[in-house]
Nanobody
Framework: QVQLVESGGGLVQAGGSLRVSCAAS????????MGWYRQAPGKQRELVAV???????TYANSVKGRFTISKDNAKNTVYLQMNSLKPEETAVYYC?????????WGQGTQVTVSS
């Protein structure tokens, strides 16, 4: 089992920046990818960014050039730096880990972007 604890959400004005973090603990061997998804009210959960164990990052088109995903292997932590945030990006942001094909989810952290 993998446990994920997210932190760093909050309220920010449009155009501002925020960084969210997700620390993984438990049985963490064999994690293939770590990533972030988000879910806005009334909408489906969507991929924001994911990073592989080798460090390759993939982004949703809507966040390319503004968001950066990174990880600290020593701390088993993945980060999402979000710049130039838009009000429509208000959502609950969820950390996700893929371990041997099994997905684990964090509890989510609220990001609210005011206009």
């Amino acid at each position: 089992q993998v446990q994920l604890v997210e932190s760093g959400g909050g309220l920010v004005q449009a155009g501002g920046s925020l960084r969210v973090s997700c620390a993984a603990s438990g049985s963490i061997l064999g994690i293939n990818t770590m990533g972030w998804y988000r879910q806005a009210p009334g909408k489906q959960r969507e991929l924001v960014a994911v990073i592989t164990s080798g460090g390759t990052a993939t982004y949703a088109n809507s966040v390319k050039g503004r968001f950066t995903i990174s990880k600290d292997n020593a701390k088993n932590t993945v980060y999402l730096q979000m710049n130039s945030l838009k009000p429509e990006e208000t959502a609950v942001y969820y950390c996700n880990v893929n371990q041997y094909g099994k997905h684990y989810w964090g509890q989510g952290t609220q990001v609210t972007v005011s206009s």
